[in-house]
């Protein structure tokens, strides 16, 4: 079985979240995470991108929706 490289377009996205306006909202949120679960798993190196991605986020921006999602997202990965 070959390593799954939906990280790498992971990476690529996020990317160009954060350089579209700086910052990072819901449904851009919701399209990484789809990436990650593309192949019905959160693998190694997706929960890395998608840690460093939740590293990168200011304390404004987890108010409110997209805090609560982050805070689902991080306990999943706390799982993984």
Not at 6 to 26: A, C, Q
Not at 41 to 69: H, P, T, W, Y
Request: a negative charge; proline letters at 0%.
């Amino acid at each position: 079985m070959t390593e799954s490289r939906d990280y790498l377009e992971l990476t690529f996205r996020s990317i160009n979240v954060f350089s579209d306006d700086g910052k990072l909202d819901v449904s851009e949120l919701d399209e990484l995470i789809a990436i990650a679960l593309r192949d019905g798993e959160i693998d190694a190196n997706e929960k890395r991108v998608l840690e460093n991605i939740i590293s990168r986020l200011s304390a404004d921006e987890l108010q409110g929706e997209l805090g609560e999602k982050v805070s689902q997202l991080t306990k999943q990965l706390s799982e993984i």
